[in-house]
Each structure stands twice: as C-alpha cells, then as structure tokens.
C-alpha cells in the first residue's frame, strides 16, 4: 500500500502523459543512495523512495542552491571581431553570473509562494521536505554583439542542467531527486538576442520549472 501511495503521488508530481513505474528486477540500478529510477517520469532522469509517503508533507524549507557554469573564453560583451569558427559557447560576466542567480532564485521563491497546500518555513518537522536544487553546466549561447552589427538572431541562448532533491527535513534523507537538460528556446520561433528578449526567455524559462515542481507538490494533495 505504501508502494502504491507513494506511486500516486510521483505520477501527480513528477509524471508524464505516460503512467510512471518503478524500475524493477534484478539489473535494477540503485542510486548511491539507495533511491529507485522511475520509468516515464516527467524529467529525463528521475528516481524515489519507494518506501516512503510523500502525502504527510505539507511545508517546504527552500534549500540553498547551487549554480554553476561551464568554462568558457573570456570575451567582451562588445566587440569588434566575430568570433573564430564554429565557437557555439560564450563567456558570461560576473555581472551576468549574478542576475542570473538572481533572476532563477526570485522566480523559485515566486513560484513556492503561491502553492495552495505547501507552506514555506525555515522549521523542520515530521511534515517539511527541504527542497535543494541547482542549475549545473550553464552554457551561454549569445555571442558579443558586434560593434555596428544588425540585430542577431538565434535558435537558444543556452542551456543548463537542472537538479532537485526533496529531503525529509528531520532526518536529511533524499527522497526524491530528478535531473534534466533543457535549451533556453522559443519554440517555433528564433530569439532576438538582445538585453531585454534575453532576460525575458531566461525568466520564462525558470518559471515553467517552477511552476511545473509547484504544481506537481500540490497535487500530491489533491489525489
């Protein structure tokens, strides 16, 4: 029966069109930790506690968060010169570093606010999972624009990993973990890679991650 809850519950959270299964038999591969891959998950790689009742949680402590950023040839944002052959990676600033922190923090923090059945505390309890997540691998697609050069147009302005883990908050045990790759696009469309169509994507962009993980977490309580 706990199998089965805690089943129900990762196919509202973290499912896909498709109903998501354990991964069984004897060439099943365990996390270090002990966790289960789930089969048709909502993101590319995902695994859970089958032992353990998502349901008695209702609060989330936000844990700190973790963002980093692949190495790349430091470039002015501005420049004179095009950049060498196929360079599809590009330098991003300190200053840019920084927004970016900002900009996916605030929308998270955004996002967990409006939940209708988790709450946010800073107190741990049989009843709070702390949330722990990352942006890992951030690529910048946006060349430095070139002085006197027309506007640029392009299919991503990057792409990063993310990681979540939901922990039991009394006993720090990982309770849930998903990764996954995803390119900072408009489909359909090219971006105009500007200052303000830039920062617009990337907001969008973290903003149906969160929603996605804020609607998932309710809906646990709504089965």
């Not at 109903?19 to 789930?38: N, R, S």
């Not at 590319?44 to 009742?53: G, H, K």
């Given at each position: 029966m706990?199998?089965?809850?805690?089943?129900?519950?990762?196919?509202l959270?973290?499912?896909?069109?498709?109903?998501?299964t354990?991964?069984?038999?004897?060439?099943?591969?365990?996390?270090?930790?002990?966790?289960?891959?789930?089969?048709?998950?909502?993101?590319?790689?995902?695994?859970?506690?089958?032992?353990?009742?998502?349901?008695?949680?209702?609060?989330?402590?936000?844990?700190?968060?973790?963002?980093?950023?692949?190495?790349?040839k430091?470039?002015?944002?501005?420049?004179?010169?095009?950049?060498?052959?196929?360079?599809?990676?590009?330098?991003?600033?300190?200053?840019?570093?920084?927004?970016?922190?900002?900009?996916?923090?605030?929308?998270?923090?955004?996002?967990?606010?409006?939940?209708?059945?988790?709450?946010?505390?800073?107190?741990?309890?049989?009843?709070?999972?702390?949330?722990?997540?990352?942006?890992?691998?951030?690529?910048?697609?946006?060349?430095?624009?070139?002085?006197?050069?027309?506007?640029?147009?392009?299919?991503?302005?990057?792409?990063?990993?993310?990681?979540?883990?939901?922990?039991?908050?009394l006993?720090?045990?990982?309770?849930?973990?998903?990764?996954?790759?995803?390119?900072?696009?408009?489909?359909?469309?090219?971006?105009?890679?500007?200052?303000?169509?830039?920062?617009?994507?990337?907001?969008?962009?973290?903003?149906?991650?969160?929603?996605?993980?804020?609607?998932?977490?309710?809906?646990?309580?709504?089965?």
């Amino acid at each position: 029966m706990r199998v089965a809850t805690t089943l129900v519950a990762a196919s509202l959270l973290f499912g896909c069109a498709v109903e998501p299964t354990l991964e069984q038999g004897p060439d099943v591969q365990l996390t270090f930790d002990g966790l289960t891959p789930i089969k048709n998950a909502r993101f590319s790689n995902a695994w859970i506690d089958p032992d353990v009742d998502l349901t008695q949680y209702s609060k989330i402590i936000p844990g700190k968060a973790e963002f980093e950023f692949r190495s790349a040839k430091k470039t002015p944002e501005i420049s004179s010169i095009r950049p060498m052959g196929n360079t599809s990676e590009f330098w991003i600033s300190e200053k840019n570093r920084e927004k970016l922190i900002d900009t996916v923090t605030g929308v998270f923090n955004e996002e967990l606010a409006k939940s209708k059945h988790f709450t946010i505390t800073e107190e741990r309890g049989p009843d709070a999972l702390i949330l722990v997540g990352g942006l890992m691998d951030i690529v910048s697609r946006v060349p430095p624009k070139l002085a006197g050069s027309g506007e640029i147009y392009l299919a991503s302005v990057g792409e990063a990993t993310l990681v979540l883990e939901l922990r039991d908050s009394l006993s720090g045990e990982t309770i849930y973990r998903a990764v996954d790759r995803r390119r900072i696009e408009r489909p359909g469309s090219a971006i105009e890679a500007n200052t303000v169509t830039t920062w617009t994507e990337v907001r969008r962009w973290a903003r149906r991650w969160a929603v996605r993980l804020v609607d998932g977490l309710d809906s646990v309580h709504q089965q």
